[in-house]
């Protein structure tokens, strides 16, 4: 956040300048500017926390590849100008999906008002083309991450050993399916986020994408009959290891064996994820730290279990959004109530209590 040149304006410059030489000994032109420094440097800490670090990121990206194209065809980036906009959306639409194109126009569009430009998202020529773009390539995900299945985490909970890192990647594992965590909320858990109850645990995420004001919520995670699939044994026998020391849950660990008390970077439990499915033969590229969330809501689906209840365990907000999530063949039933046709025979099927507590 920029400082003007001359941030004490002139009056309060000749008040202070009297004030000092009345006083003699009291810097107070001085102490004004530090104040003032305090409050500009407090202004940017709040206007940075106003987005995720990744959604800064992706708008400073998405800015410098809009200036570098204008600089190109010879056009100032900071006109205002919808047609400019518009024919550079049209141009980058040629490799890009339009979801792109909208987070795209999002960054262009945040950069003009920071900068007091004004720009009008909603001119004609900026909805033709972003609705052209729409009609041409759709607005469905290219691809969803694969879910984790519950057998899959039954048969990883064999494969696993008792080592330290593989202690902590079971617990990632299966802590974030029962809870059904994005890969950023399982990295930002720390112990006291946890507590152990007489059913289970109760886990409480204190920020996520769908609360970036922190309000927090709390949920809870049965525990599991199987001992092999249980998430809270797993993250008992996990917690054996990292002991009760304040800090992150999920610690980094060396690869001599000892960990340090620093939390693993959201990627990294993306690359958990991956390497889990590689051990059973499957193809890592078609998952991610995803697949977990997913995972939890295809089992529900695939169990009957209803969409109030798998929202309140996802914290999804939407009906349209959780219906997302449901890619088992939870999302045919209703023919097969309707036909009454029996339900398919699964040996990996959950009960409700594998999903909800």
């Known amino acids: 956040m920029a400082r003007p040149t001359d941030p004490i304006p002139r009056p309060a410059l000749a008040a202070t300048d009297a004030a000092a030489r009345l006083l003699g000994w009291l810097p107070v032109r001085e102490a004004l500017q530090r104040d003032l420094d305090a409050v500009y440097d407090r202004a940017a800490a709040l206007a940075r926390m106003a987005h995720a670090d990744h959604t800064r990121r992706a708008y400073k990206t998405a800015w410098t590849q809009y200036e570098a194209w204008c600089r190109g065809v010879g056009v100032a980036p900071l006109s205002g100008d919808p047609g400019t906009v518009a024919l550079y959306l049209a141009t980058l639409s040629l490799k890009v999906r339009p979801t792109t194109l909208q987070a795209r126009l999002a960054a262009i569009s945040v950069a003009h008002r920071l900068a007091g430009v004004r720009l009008d998202t909603r001119h004609e020529a900026i909805r033709l083309v972003m609705r052209g773009a729409a009609r041409e390539k759709g607005l469905a995900p ?70 970036p004001a922190g309000r927090g919520a709390k949920v809870p995670v049965s525990r599991h009959p199987d001992p092999a699939v249980c998430p809270v044994r797993a993250l008992k026998a996990w917690l054996a290891e990292r002991g009760d020391r304040a800090g992150p849950l999920f610690c980094q660990i060396h690869r001599s064996g000892s960990h340090r008390y620093q939390p693993l970077a959201p990627r990294a439990a993306g690359r958990i994820v991956k390497a889990a499915v590689q051990r059973l033969g499957q193809d890592p590229t078609t998952y991610s ?58 040996d990996d099927r959950p009960d409700r209590s594998d999903c909800s507590a």
């Open 142 to 211: 290219a691809r969803q991450a694969t879910p984790v299945s519950l057998d899959d985490l039954r048969r990883l909970g064999r494969l696993f050993g008792p080592s330290r890192i593989e202690r902590r990647d079971r617990a990632v594992l299966f802590l974030g399916f029962a809870a059904a965590l994005r890969r950023a909320e399982i990295t930002a858990l720390t112990l006291a986020d946890i507590s152990f109850t007489p059913d289970g645990l109760t886990v409480t995420i204190r920020q996520g994408k769908g609360d």
């Open 289 to 346: 730290g995803h697949s977990l969330r997913a995972g939890l809501a295809s089992a529900a689906a695939d169990a009957g279990i209803g969409l109030h209840s798998l929202m309140e365990q996802t914290r999804l907000k939407s009906a349209a959004q959780a219906v997302t999530y449901m890619r088992g063949r939870g999302r045919r039933t209703l023919t097969r109530h309707l036909f009454g046709l029996p339900s398919p025979a699964r």
